[in-house]
């Protein structure tokens, strides 16, 4: 699978910015737990989501074309320990308003730092989700910083606590290319 060729189209600051899309895709999850360098892993181009941890972009919805597939959206990652509560609300009604309202939104990419495992708020979100019956699918980022021989027992542990089958989460390592083939293909057939 050749790399996905994305191209940054717009930033937004909620739902009613965004341009209308045939078919798309999104990525949620907490700040540092890998989202940029898995973009750019997918993409295979250096330093492409950079424009989303430029400041005052990372607290926007940034839309990506993923050329002959469909849309991509990265959202804001959740968990900024030191925001204030006003903020913090304010990101989670923008959120929620693009997950909950996005027409043609195929699958919701939850990420969860595998060298850490699953946080509260990402339970959290994995919660929500169920509970209102969005698409979603966990990936495990930063495989490479498990110890070989911790692998089964950590994979094993993740998925226990995120409520789904071993098999039902994709791990990847941005570092190492790990996934990151299997990931682009199923990302093309989410948008298909
Ligand atoms: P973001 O805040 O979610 O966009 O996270 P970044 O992509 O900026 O990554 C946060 C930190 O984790 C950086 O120091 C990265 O170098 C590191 N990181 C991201 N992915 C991997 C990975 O697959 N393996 C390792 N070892 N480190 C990673």
Known sequence: MPPLRLEFVQSATDLAQLPTSQSEVTVVGRSNVGKSSLLNALGARKRLAHVSNTPGRTR??????????????????????????????????????????????????????????????????????????????????????????????????????CQLEEADVIWTSAEKGTGIDRLRGLVVRWLS
């Open 60 to 161: 926007l919805l940034n839309l990506f074309e993923i050329q002959g597939h469909g849309t991509f959206v990265d959202l804001p990652g959740y968990g900024f320990a030191n925001a204030p509560a006003a903020m913090r609300a304010g990101w989670q009604a923008m959120i929620e308003g693009y997950l909950l309202e996005r027409e043609n939104l195929k699958m919701v990419m939850v990420l969860v730092d595998g060298a850490v495992g699953p946080t509260k708020l990402d339970i959290q979100m994995l919660e929500w989700l169920r509970a209102m019956g969005l698409p979603h699918s966990v990936i495990a980022t930063k495989l490479d910083k498990v110890k070989p021989s911790k692998r089964n027992i950590r994979k094993k542990d993740l998925a226990t606590k």
